[in-house]
C-alpha cells in the first residue's frame, strides 16, 4: 500500500496530496508552491534533492516527517529549513524521525549525529578532534545482526578498515 493510499483511506482527500516530482517545471512549482502556501495542498511528499533549495512552502506547514535518514547533516538541516522558517504562521511544529525495525535506519541517524557533532567541533576549531565516527564496534556489529542482512556485518567492518586507514593517514599529516 502506497503513502498516498494509506493517506487517502485516512481520510484525506487526494486533492490535498502532491508530488513536488510531478511538477516539472518553474511554472508547476509555483504554483503548487503556491496551493501548500494558500493550504490547498495539506500534504507535500519529495525527496531532498527536490524539495530543497527555492522551495518555499513553510506558510502553514505543521510537520515534517523524515521517511529516510539521508548521508549528510546538511540534509537535514536542508529539510528542516522548509519548516523551521521564518513566514511560518505556526508557532510550533512537529518534526518526526522514523526507524525501520531490521534496518539500519537508527545506526545510520547516530551516525549523522556523530557527523554534525565532529563538524560543530570543527568549525568551533577544536583540535583535539582525530575522526568522525569514531565509537564502540559493538553497536556496528549488533545493528549488523539485527538487519537480518548477512552482508551487513561485511559491509560494517570494511567500512571501519578504511576508517582506521583514513585515521592513520590524517595522524600521520599532522592534522
Not at 485516512?10 to 496551493?35: Q, V, W
Not at 534533492?49 to 513553510?58: D, F, L, R, S
Not at 548521508?71 to 525501520?100: A, H, M, S
Not at 576549531?125 to 538487519?147: H, I, K, N, Q, Y
Amino acid at each position: 500500500m502506497t503513502i498516498r493510499t494509506k493517506l487517502v483511506a485516512a481520510g484525506i482527500p487526494p486533492r490535498e496530496i502532491a508530488f513536488i516530482h510531478n511538477a516539472e517545471t518553474d511554472t508547476a512549482k509555483k504554483n503548487l508552491f503556491d496551493s501548500v502556501n494558500a493550504g490547498r495542498v495539506r500534504i507535500l511528499l519529495g525527496s531532498t534533492e527536490k524539495m530543497g533549495a527555492g522551495t518555499n512552502v513553510q506558510r502553514r506547514l505543521v510537520a515534517l516527517h523524515h521517511l529516510d535518514a539521508p548521508w549528510r547533516p546538511r540534509d537535514i538541516e536542508q529539510r528542516e529549513g522548509r519548516i523551521l522558517r521564518q513566514g511560518n504562521t505556526n508557532k510550533e511544529v512537529q518534526i518526526y524521525r522514523y526507524v525501520t525495525e531490521g534496518s539500519f535506519d537508527a545506526y545510520m541517524w547516530q551516525c549523522l549525529e556523530t557527523k554534525a557533532r565532529f563538524i560543530h567541533q570543527v568549525m568551533r576549531g577544536e583540535t583535539s578532534v582525530r575522526a568522525v565516527c569514531e565509537g564502540p564496534d559493538f553497536r556496528r556489529d549488533d545493528l549488523a545482526r539485527r538487519s537480518n542482512d548477512p552482508t551487513a556485518g561485511k559491509v560494517s567492518r570494511f567500512r571501519d578498515s578504511k576508517q582506521g586507514q583514513e585515521r592513520r593517514i590524517w595522524s600521520a599529516s599532522g592534522r
